[in-house]
């Protein structure tokens, strides 16, 4: 009797045991669920070509908020970190980008044409729109405030 009673009270005390995952460390922080412990090394995500913004594929399964992959990049969407949120691909953003609900992209760079330091706004079609920053700050244009459709209205 006691040969079955240890083996079934075994399985049932392991199953509702809870454990952090450690990679490079002996214990893992108890605050996360993983942790990777590396003085050299970096961690590595999947790699996709995303084909649209609003296409789950080439990821199989269920579609779940917040999965984060590296996007390969091709002619509709930029290479770079994506994360799935609210039925779309989301791009996760430097301190100089932004990006509406609209999905247009928002960032301070260098106009090709002119070497000016810029505001460069981007649909989601790749199709881009430079505006010195000298000229925002010295005419009479300035971002007023933000609608409820999230454009920007100017005067």
């Given at each position: ?15 509702s045991a809870l454990a952090q995952v ?115 700050a010295s005419s009479d244009v300035f971002v007023e405030n933000l ?9």
């Amino acid at each position: 009797m006691i040969k079955k009673v240890i083996p079934l009270l075994a399985l049932v005390l392991s199953s509702s045991a809870l454990a952090q995952v450690g990679i490079g460390t002996k214990k893992a922080a108890n605050s996360a669920q993983l942790d990777i412990v590396s003085s050299e090394r970096g961690v590595l995500l999947p790699r996709v070509e995303l084909k649209a913004i609003n296409d789950y594929s080439p990821i199989v399964g269920e579609k779940v908020e917040s999965l984060l992959v590296y996007n390969t990049g091709n002619e509709k969407i930029k290479a770079g970190f994506y994360y799935w949120y609210l039925d779309m691909w989301n791009p996760l953003l430097s301190g100089n980008t932004f990006v509406d609900r609209k999905n247009k992209t928002f960032r301070i760079g260098i106009n090709p044409e002119n070497k000016q330091e810029s505001l460069i706004i981007t649909d989601t079609e790749n199709n881009s729109v430079y505006i010195a920053l000298s000229a925002i700050a010295s005419s009479d244009v300035f971002v007023e405030n933000l609608t409820n459709n999230q454009e920007f209205v100017t005067k």
